[in-house]
């Protein structure tokens, strides 16, 4: 995460500058990162007078911060912040049991040599079993992707259907990357310049040979191919007021002009990842807008399946009318404009990176178009969505 914010800082000029605030998190973090945003900081280049705080909404963490420091400009509460995001998966921290850490604390807070001898005692092999972390809703007791596969199965998702999303994501993110279209937004990180999930020679065949990953019965159709995988990264954004963005001599790419935040029950009725569907629908009526009023679309690619659910759904008048409580369906969109430049199957999904990169992804978007909108909407754990519109400038 320092090393995001360091470009960030190194690209735009900010060495030695003071922020009205910067906001980040991370989904999985060790108990010693309890100030992470704060220590990122102060290795950043920004001031150390600038502050820090930390949040999380699951995979929607990054675009949540977004959302946090545009409206503390909107309110005129500070003129600049930053927004951010960050998961390391491959070195996720293990936990004990907790009769194990109690032994441990006991130990720890003793006050003579015997007595921090006697909670050894208690020590059984069991207690030297780790929890290994993972992506388990504790109310259903199922991963996020035997969720899914429940959701793939209600709205009748085909692996075909999920393979080629997948297989574009990979098209589309090589294609980005060797015409340079992510160069200015890639901070390169021990001598990594490029997203290594990225899968050049992938084909439809190839992903229709991999086998179900998460419901093995015959009937699964979500693969390690068309999920997105737990990967290791971190994002940020610069946001801020127009006049201190002239101020600063500082192109303003897009503006962030509405988002919503929706929750289902997951646990009685909806799928686990179906909140979007909710959260754009509300935000399109209050922002007077159809779904079809888009140039482009960044829909967070946690499965395949997880981005076809949610855009059959806004094609269904069923769901429409009895869910969402509108007179007919929302209707389809151009799939062209959809993730154009890949997605999270591809360049993979540190879980509270997503957002911002998506957000950093619209804005050159729209900067490049010079006109036009465009519609985010990522999906979280717990049974939630965060979504925005973004306008080009």
């Not at 972390?133 to 959701?151: D, F, I, K, N, Q």
């Amino acid at each position: 995460m320092t090393a995001a914010l360091e470009g960030l800082v190194n690209k735009l000029d900010l060495r030695g500058q003071i922020l009205g605030d910067v906001a980040l998190g991370a989904v999985i973090k060790h108990s010693r990162d309890w100030n992470l945003a704060r220590e990122c900081v102060i290795d950043s280049g920004l001031s150390i007078k600038t502050p820090g705080v930390d949040l999380q909404r699951a995979c929607g963490t990054s675009i949540e911060a977004a959302i946090m420091i545009a409206n503390k400009i909107a309110l005129g509460q500070i003129e600049a912040g930053v927004a951010g995001g960050t998961d390391t998966i491959s070195d996720a921290p293990v936990v004990y049991p907790d009769d194990y850490r109690r032994v441990l604390l006991d130990m720890h807070g003793a006050r003579s040599f015997m007595d921090r001898l006697k909670p050894i005692l208690r020590i059984r092999p069991q207690h030297f079993k780790p929890e290994l972390p993972g992506v388990t809703e504790p109310r259903t007791g199922l991963s996020m992707g035997e969720s899914m596969e429940l959701t793939a199965k209600k709205w009748d998702i085909q692996r075909e259907h999920q393979d080629q999303l997948a297989l574009s994501s990979h098209i589309k993110a090589a294609g980005a990357y060797d015409a340079g279209w992510y160069e200015d937004l890639v901070v390169s990180f021990h001598e990594c310049e490029e997203d290594n999930n990225i899968r050049r020679d992938t084909t439809f065949e190839k992903l229709s040979t991999l086998r179900p990953s998460f419901d093995k019965s015959g009937e699964g159709t979500m693969t390690a191919g068309n999920s997105t995988p737990l990967t290791d990264g971190a994002a940020a954004v610069l946001l801020a007021s127009e006049d201190w963005a002239r101020l600063k001599n500082l192109p303003v790419m897009a503006y962030l002009t509405f988002a919503k935040v929706a929750a289902v029950d997951f646990v009685k009725s909806e799928g686990l990842l179906m909140a979007p569907a909710y959260a754009v629908s509300d935000m399109l009526k209050q922002a007077n807008l159809a779904l079809q009023d888009f140039d482009f679309y960044e829909i967070h690619e946690a499965f395949a399946s997880q981005t076809i659910a949610t855009l059959k759904a806004w094609q269904s008048d069923e769901f429409c009318r009895n869910s969402l409580g509108r007179n007919q369906a929302m209707g389809p969109i151009d799939l062209s404009l959809l993730n154009v430049k890949g997605g999270s199957i591809a360049i993979g999904h540190p879980f509270a990176a997503t957002g911002a990169r998506i957000v950093a992804t619209m804005a050159k978007l729209l900067q490049e178009k010079g006109s036009g909108r465009g519609l985010i909407s990522v999906c979280t754990a717990g049974g939630m969505g965060v979504t925005a519109i973004m306008e080009a400038a």
